[in-house]
């Protein structure tokens, strides 16, 4: 697995939690590739990642000229992975200890698109969980209305074309652009219906209130868009509607 993070300002205790959930994990056959596009006022994020990386060779860092935002960032990671399948993982979030054993069990079993159940938390710790999101299975309609499978996504490399990875033009909802690209190519795609995967939610982050970044929900309503053509929808209409709990 080669496990992509796009790194930009992040904190201290958020950096070090995620690469350890990473470093601590079961199953072992990883590598971590850390694209850092931090400013000049966050040195340290290079500074922690070089001494990981100085302990542990699977631990790759590569500090870019300059921030390139979510997907162009994330895209410099795809570039440093060798691995057979691609790991998207946020650098503030938290994987479960056993979450790529079960993951290799399932792509061992044919899976070529994989995801897991995920988990909200405050910023304090993972057993302060504010919401669980168990997934249903894959289902299209269900992807077309909202991002339901988001992390913890892992997929075949060879489900790609070229090395785009991340469009920029969905930059907010640029996951769940890949996501409706690379589901329809895929040929056996596998929902774990276990909690592996923890969502931080903190101020600023779409977990905590989608509306710290209102472009997403123009990005998610774009990426629909561009599925539903490319498949030959001519008229259609896309609204967004407020989530009740």
Same mark, same amino acid.
């Given at each position: +697995?080669? @496990?992509?993070?796009?790194?930009?300002?992040?904190?201290?205790?958020?950096?070090?939690?995620?690469?350890?959930?990473?470093?601590?994990?079961?199953?072992?056959?990883?590598?971590?590739?850390?694209?850092?596009?931090?400013?000049?006022?966050?040195?340290?994020?290079? &500074? @922690?990642?070089?001494?990981?990386?100085?302990?542990?060779?699977?631990?790759?860092?590569?500090?870019?000229?300059?921030?390139?935002?979510?997907?162009g960032n994330t895209n410099a990671c795809f570039k440093m992975a060798t691995g057979e399948f691609i790991a998207l993982f946020d650098h503030d979030d938290i994987l479960h200890p056993s979450a790529l054993y079960k993951y290799r069990e399932a792509a061992d079993n044919g899976a070529d698109? @994989?995801?897991?159940?995920?988990?909200?938390?405050?910023?304090?710790?993972?057993?302060?969980?504010?919401?669980?999101?168990?997934?249903?299975?894959?289902?299209?309609?269900?992807?077309?209305?909202?991002?339901?499978?988001?992390?913890?996504?892992? +997929?075949?490399?060879?489900?790609? &074309?070229?090395?785009?990875?991340?469009?920029?033009? +969905?930059?907010?909802?640029?996951?769940?652009?890949?996501?409706?690209?690379l589901t329809d190519k895929a040929k056996n795609i596998v929902h774990i219906p276990r909690l592996m995967y923890y969502w931080r939610c903190h101020e600023g982050s779409v977990a905590s209130n989608i509306e710290a970044k209102p472009y997403a929900i123009e990005a998610a309503r774009g990426a629909v868009a561009d599925h539903l053509r490319r498949h030959g929808y001519d008229h259609f209409k896309i609204s967004s509607t407020r989530a009740f709990e």
């Open positions: +697995f080669s @496990i992509l993070v796009p790194l930009y300002n992040t904190p201290v205790n958020f950096l070090k939690e995620m690469i350890d959930s990473v470093v601590t994990q079961t199953y072992k056959d990883w590598e971590l590739c850390l694209a850092d596009g931090s400013d000049d006022a966050h040195a340290y994020v290079g &500074d @922690i990642c070089r001494e990981y990386a100085s302990s542990d060779s699977r631990v790759k860092y590569e500090k870019l000229a300059k921030n390139e935002g979510i997907s698109y @994989i995801y897991c159940d995920e988990a909200t938390f405050t910023e304090g710790s993972i057993n302060n969980m504010i919401t669980v999101h168990f997934k249903p299975d894959y289902a299209i309609d269900n992807l077309w209305a909202n991002n339901y499978i988001c992390h913890f996504s892992v +997929f075949k490399r060879t489900l790609l &074309d070229g090395d785009e990875l991340f469009r920029s033009q +969905f930059d907010g909802s640029q996951d769940h652009d890949m996501i409706l690209r």
